[in-house]
């Protein structure tokens, strides 16, 4: 069993910048693909960005450049560094954690708000 705990969500102004952060538990934390999502009202939930275990990452369009993940596998720790934030960023935004299996195991979101 995996289980994922966000934090860092909050209320920021427009060009504002938060760091969420979310804590995996779990033996094979080096071995899971991370990823951040996020679901704003009244939308489907979609990809912010992912790390995979190599490091590579990949981000969702409107957030490449603004955004940044990073994982600490010392900590059993994914980070999403956010930048230049928007209206449009506002949202609840959850990490996931995928194992070797395919098993996906999710958190229970951290509330992000950009006030304009």
């Known amino acids: 069993q995996v289980q994922l705990v966000e934090s860092g969500g909050g209320l920021v102004q427009t060009g504002g910048s938060l760091r969420l952060s979310c804590a995996v538990s779990?033996?094979?934390?080096?071995?899971?693909?991370l990823q951040w999502f996020r679901q704003a009202p009244g939308k489907e939930r979609e990809v912010v960005a992912q790390?995979?275990?190599?490091?590579?990452?990949a981000y969702g369009v409107s957030m490449k450049g603004r955004f940044t993940i990073s994982r600490e596998s010392a900590k059993n720790m994914v980070y999403l560094q956010m930048t230049d934030l928007k209206p449009d960023d506002t949202g609840i935004y959850y990490c996931?954690?995928?194992?070797?299996?395919?098993?996906?195991?999710w958190g229970q979101g951290t509330q992000v708000t950009v006030s304009s």
């Open positions: 996931s954690a995928t194992t070797t299996m395919g098993f996906v195991y």
């Open positions: 790390i995979d275990k190599s490091g590579d990452t």
């Open positions: 779990g033996r094979h934390f080096s071995d899971y693909t």
